[in-house]
């Protein structure tokens, strides 16, 4: 049942993600009329769209975000990438690969609200700019002054606190730049963007230039792709319209509206809880990685993209199932069954060998054969036919409880409650993560590998059946259009 929520008439923008902008084309005020270039009338939303996807690439400023986002994240991860392996090649202790995730969750945690409230008040298009040339500076002191062990920790840090600036900025900014009725499929070619940006950044620059060149040539072309992304984010418009009805809370207050907003709804604490525990799950499985292709796999850490490369492949199948599917069946209930896939292939790693030998004995599939045939070691060719449906299910519990996150959150909490999921995530990713590298060693990455996917299985279920049913408002359906006013 959707209602009309009494309102707050000056709809400032927070970290909106998809469904933000819906404040920005609701209400009667001055500022709706100043932003009618990005919001559509009912009758142009409600028209079919058969190819959405190829006219919002078809408009320039929506193309300029979308491309400098591609080229910044995939700076940023050849980046950690880089780093990841200058850690694995000076240690081969479990326990540094874990304080080198940390380095990505410790930032999370203790800049994830404040950046959320800097994307809610400053414009957006600055902040975007700034970051991408702070990065850039990091990178160039990476260049003049080759990291040691420390260095590397330092610039790490450095990195993920500036991350914690550019992705609710960026979540904002879709929100600004997209109509209401395309948001969703916005939400896909966002996400869409992060998949390239792996791709590029992932597979091809870092592996490609660290066994031509050298860490010194990705460091220069990271620091390249960063000024591309700037520049590319001064060919959007200013995306400061929610800057005069900035809130003038405090950090306690904002906090703790956020939480009592989230506790209010069951939809959206059952979203919140498949988020984050893929987002835990998938921290634990970064720091256990390397030693799963060593002891279990037989290969080398710097083979760690390549194995997992055909995640990609999942990942844009997830992004073009995940909406379909919500609409026949519920995000509810697409994020919850996909967190319980992503859980299973998980789970799953730990059996690769026994996985093996059924394939071949039992059920008569040519594995080894057409491990030959491609020259794969029949182990490695099994984990990169797992990781397609685990990149899928992690896809989609990303769409489907963003979703529902957004719906089911008023326009002004949509970037606190955004804030608040990467703040659990991370405080619920330290001790797992932390633990996971020197458990890996103690009890074998196997164990560990299962104990990742039990604890994700388990913690899912929890939360849905902990949270009772409430009655819930959906802000998508209940959103003002122009001409309207609230009671």
Do not use: K
Request: charged share 15%; proline share 6%; glycine share 8%.
């Amino acid at each position: 049942m959707n209602a009309r929520r009494p309102g707050n008439p000056d709809h400032s923008r927070t970290l909106g993600e998809t469904l933000a902008s819906e404040g920005a084309c609701a209400g009667p005020d001055r500022a709706a009329e100043s932003r009618a270039s990005v919001c559509s009338p009912p009758a142009e939303r409600e028209q079919p769209a058969p190819s959405i996807r190829a006219r919002l690439l078809d408009d320039e400023p929506f193309r300029a975000f979308w491309l400098a986002r591609v080229s910044a994240a995939a700076a940023h991860g050849a980046l950690i990438y880089a780093l990841l392996l200058l850690v694995a090649d000076l240690t081969d202790r479990a326990a540094f690969t874990s304080l080198f995730v940390l380095c990505a969750i410790v930032p999370s945690i203790l800049f994830g609200l404040p950046a959320g409230i800097v994307a809610d008040q400053f414009p957006l298009r600055g902040i975007l700019t700034t970051v991408n040339l702070l990065r850039f500076g990091f990178v160039v002191v990476l260049l003049a002054n080759p990291p040691d062990l420390a260095g590397i920790f330092a610039a790490t840090l450095g990195l993920w606190t500036l991350q914690q600036f550019q992705s609710p900025a960026e979540s904002a900014a879709l929100a600004q730049l997209v109509a209401p009725g395309r948001l969703t499929e916005a939400q896909s070619l966002f996400n869409l963007a992060g998949v390239v940006a792996q791709v590029l950044g992932l597979v091809i620059l870092a592996p490609l230039l660290l066994r031509t060149t050298g860490v010194e040539a990705l460091f220069a072309v990271c620091a390249g792709l960063f000024c591309l992304s700037a520049a590319l984010i001064r060919l959007m418009p200013p995306l400061d319209g929610h800057v005069s009805a900035r809130s003038s809370r405090g950090l306690p207050d904002t906090l703790r509206e956020g939480f009592r907003g989230i506790r209010s709804d069951s939809l959206t604490i059952r979203a919140m809880a498949s988020d984050i525990l893929v987002g835990v799950g998938m921290s634990a499985l970064l720091v256990i990685m390397p030693l799963f292709l060593r002891r279990v796999l037989g290969t080398g850490a710097d083979n760690t993209v390549f194995v997992f490369a055909p995640a990609a492949f999942g990942l844009v199948a997830g992004l073009r199932l995940a909406h379909p599917l919500g609409r026949a069946v519920g995000d509810q209930r697409v994020a919850t069954g996909a967190m319980l896939g992503f859980a299973a292939t998980v789970g799953a790693l730990a059996f690769v060998a026994d996985l093996r030998q059924l394939a071949n004995e039992i059920l008569g599939l040519p594995l080894d054969v057409l491990a030959d045939i491609v020259r794969i070691p029949s182990l490695v060719l099994l984990t990169m036919l797992i990781s397609v449906p685990a990149g899928c299910f992690s896809a989609m519990v990303g769409v489907a409880s963003r979703s529902l996150l957004l719906v089911h959150t008023p326009p002004e909490r949509r970037g606190q409650t955004v804030a608040t999921v990467a703040l659990l995530t991370g405080v619920g990713a330290l001790v797992p993560t932390l633990l996971a590298g020197v458990a890996a060693d103690a009890f074998g990455v196997e164990r560990i590998a299962v104990a990742i996917a039990v604890i994700i299985a388990l913690g899912g279920l929890a939360a849905n059946m902990a949270s009772r049913p409430t009655r819930t408002f959906s802000y998508r359906a209940s959103a003002v259009l122009p001409g309207e006013s609230r009671p």
